[in-house]
């Protein structure tokens, strides 16, 4: 079956200090791949995709991710974490084919950033 | 622009009532539509989605079912509500999948809060 996994529930990071919060995944086909993120009672909010052949992505924020292809994972990053970065993040995948494709999940990660 | 509304953002409901949850999508035409619910806050399930109107695909088996009377609205409904269908459910919309568009991202609404007492 086709997957997606954020192996970390929580990641804590110290304020200005690099994070990463990781994701693979296991999808047939060129994989596409998305990181979401959602604050307390909101829907998600798209941060950035993965487009083939760059494999170093950027995107909202300042997040960056990272696609490996030989891991099939796809870690999102940033040099500087901000308190205001805590939240919950969703890594997600397009399964299926042409039109009739659809997007999963994975289980989320919860970044903690203290002062 | 795309815009996507859905209501209400809570709702709480006895055991047993129906349901009907809305979702429209503006600015764009024929989209996947998708409904998924998160509960605890953490993962998400996807439980519809559909890519024209009166065409929807279920991905788990439940009290729950799904309807597109018209191109960009979406309706989440249920006969009689169970405890466990509390949760926090989602509304999203992409772009047709095809070639190069496989990789368009979902566009989510805020959400809507179900408690089932």
């Known amino acids: 079956a086709q997957s997606v996994a954020q192996p970390e529930d929580q990641v804590n990071v110290a304020e200005g200090n690099p994070l990463t919060v990781k994701c693979t995944y296991s999808?047939?086909?060129?994989?596409?791949l998305f990181w979401y993120v959602q604050y307390p009672n909101r829907g998600l909010q798209f941060l950035l995709k993965y487009i083939t052949g760059d494999n170093l992505v950027k995107g909202s924020y300042g997040f960056e991710a990272e696609f490996n292809k030989s891991q099939t994972s796809f870690h999102l990053k940033k040099p500087s974490a901000l308190v205001s970065d805590s939240a919950l993040y969703f890594c997600a995948a397009r399964v299926g084919y042409s039109s009739a494709s659809k997007i999963i999940f994975g289980s989320g990660t919860r970044l903690s950033i203290r002062p | 622009s795309q815009t996507i509304h859905q209501w209400p953002a809570t709702l709480v409901q006895p055991v047993g009532s129906p349901l009907s949850l809305e979702c429209t999508v503006e600015?764009?035409?024929?989209?996947?539509l998708y409904w998924y619910r998160q509960a605890a806050g953490r993962g998400l399930q996807l439980l519809f989605y559909s890519i024209g109107i009166d065409q929807i695909s279920s991905e788990v088996p439940q009290n729950l079912s799904a309807s597109r009377p018209q191109d960009r609205q979406f309706i989440l409904s249920s006969k009689k509500l169970l405890l466990s269908d509390s949760g926090f459910y989602l509304c999203?919309?992409?772009?047709?999948?095809?070639?190069?568009?496989?990789?368009?991202?979902?566009?989510f609404g805020q959400g809507t809060r179900l408690t089932v007492v």
């Open positions: 999808v047939s086909g060129n994989p596409y």
């Open positions: 600015g764009t035409s024929n989209p996947n």
């Open positions: 999203a919309w992409s772009r047709k999948g095809r070639g190069r568009s496989m990789n368009t991202e979902a566009f």
